[in-house]
């Protein structure tokens, strides 16, 4: 594609097969269209990412089935709009949210590269890994734990506003040495019946300092 030239999809673009050692993405890929999501997979040999991967005007931008390598790289949920990771691997550059943007980690893992909430967006973990990066919910918004088995490596800041809220059922490992600073809210939720539990679980591997004046919650029904 020539340089500035403009792609409506509606659709499905994808990215398959094997990639070419050296080869990579420099340019700007957004999705802008509320009533289909733009997917991109990786395919088996993966994808090189130097530019910016964005949704944008309501849009979902799907990225799935391989690893995306970024080197100096931006991924981005605008305002109102869903970046999607679906059994992705991304590794390095910078993945964030702005305004009422998501991020979701379903199935999928985030290593190296920081994870920031600048607005009130929320950052949704199912079965997600986001290991070595820091977590940063800065501007009001939510991380929300939904389900599955979830892990953090690196340090957690939620800031005055924020909440993080593991889901009943939900599994959130922090690893050894991880921080935590909390001045906003931190809740697990769930219920318990005898003999049956929907209860969220908050594991730490070894040492986890916690830091900040916010509050711990524990949500839920208990007999």
Do not use: C
């Not at 991380?143 to 939620?158: A, H, Y």
């Not at 059922?169 to 318990?192: H, Q, R, Y």
């Amino acid at each position: 594609m020539a340089d500035g030239a403009v792609i409506e999809n509606a659709g499905t673009m994808a990215l398959e097969g094997s990639w070419i050692p050296g080869e990579s993405l420099h340019g700007v890929v957004e999705a802008d269209k509320a009533a289909a999501a733009l997917t991109i997979y990786a395919g088996t040999g993966g994808m090189v990412n130097t530019g910016t991967l964005r949704a944008v005007d309501g849009g979902t931008l799907e990225l799935r089935d391989g690893t995306f390598t970024n080197s100096g790289a931006l991924m981005e949920a605008q305002d109102g709009s869903t970046v999607f990771f679906s059994s992705a691997t991304a590794t390095g550059g910078t993945v964030q949210a702005e305004g009422t943007g998501q991020i979701f980690v379903y199935g999928s893992e985030i290593d190296g590269a920081p994870v920031t909430l600048w607005g009130p967006g929320q950052l949704l973990l199912y079965n997600g890994s986001i290991l070595g990066g820091a977590v940063g919910n800065l501007g009001g918004g939510a991380v929300q734990v939904l389900g599955g088995d979830n892990r953090l490596s690196g340090p957690l800041t939620n800031a005055v506003g924020g909440q993080v809220v593991v889901s009943g059922g939900a599994t959130l490992t922090m690893a050894d040495g991880a921080v935590i600073e909390n001045a906003g809210t931190m809740a697990l939720e769930g219920s318990w019946i005898p003999g049956e539990s929907l209860l969220a679980r908050l594991e730490v591997e070894g040492d986890l300092t916690l830091r900040g004046g916010g509050v711990m919650e524990l949500r839920g029904t208990y007999p």
